[in-house]
């Protein structure tokens, strides 16, 4: 049985709440912004599992939740768990 097709609204959502981060001047706005961006993107990854097809999509979504993660940490210093060395391998 073939699994349905996600529709690509999906996939344009999580970019524009990450691409929202990435154009916020004002810190007061970016935290509530990021933690947005963050849950589009985790519900992405749930959507598109790992289904090869959508290989491209998940290594996005995993960079830019990498990003993200970094960002709250060295921007807002939001200091939750920290941030690994692979996350930040993962940011670049």
């Known amino acids: 049985m ?3 097709r996600l529709s690509p609204v999906v996939v344009r959502e ?3 709440d990450y691409a929202a981060v990435l154009r ?3 810190r007061v706005n970016l ?4 933690e947005v961006a963050q849950a589009s993107i985790k ?6 599992g790992k ?3 959508h290989r491209a ?5 995993t960079t830019a939740l990498a990003r993200l993660s970094v960002l709250k940490s060295d921007t807002l210093g939001f200091r939750a768990a920290g941030i690994s060395r692979k996350c930040r391998k993962a940011a670049r």
């Open 57 to 61: 999509e998940r290594k996005a979504l």
């Open 51 to 53: 289904r090869a097809e």
């Open 31 to 34: 935290f509530h912004l990021v």
């Open 14 to 16: 999580w970019n524009r």
């Open 43 to 48: 519900v992405r990854l749930d959507e598109v």
């Open 2 to 4: 073939r699994a349905p």
């Open 24 to 26: 916020e001047g004002d």
